[in-house]
Nanobody, 122 residues
């Protein structure tokens, strides 16, 4: 699976962006998918994840209620709708294909996308 993230950009605080992650390969629907981010000088952190069916989602506390993850398996694409953006959301955002541990949405990351920059100005 190859992952191509897009949709990043510069936005003012309080604004919105929608990130997309297009996947190649016929096994996309067998993976849970996640978004992670890495701010300058910080470690990469989890943002959100979604099950293979789209029926289950999980969010980091810092984005809960502001971000929404979704997927369209017919289009091999996962999305991250980001609303009420804050300067602290500034980071490079990465999508990832996850082989989830049974009963969870997390597990080993099998594939990473290349990242897309999100910058939120105050």
């Amino acid at each position: 699976v190859q992952l191509q993230a897009s949709g990043g950009g510069l936005v003012q605080a309080g604004g919105s962006l929608r990130l997309s992650c297009a996947a190649s390969g016929r096994t996309f629907s067998s993976y849970a998918m996640g978004w992670f981010r890495q701010a300058p000088g910080k470690e990469r952190e989890f943002v959100a994840a979604i099950s293979w069916s789209g029926g289950s989602t999980y969010y980091a506390d810092s984005v809960k209620g502001r971000f929404t993850i979704s997927r369209d398996n017919a289009k091999n694409t996962v999305y991250l709708q980001m609303n009420s953006l804050k300067p602290e959301d500034t980071a490079v955002y990465y999508c990832a294909a996850i082989s989830p541990i049974a009963g969870t949405l997390m597990g080993p990351i099998d594939y990473w996308g290349q990242g897309t920059q999100v910058t939120v100005s105050s």
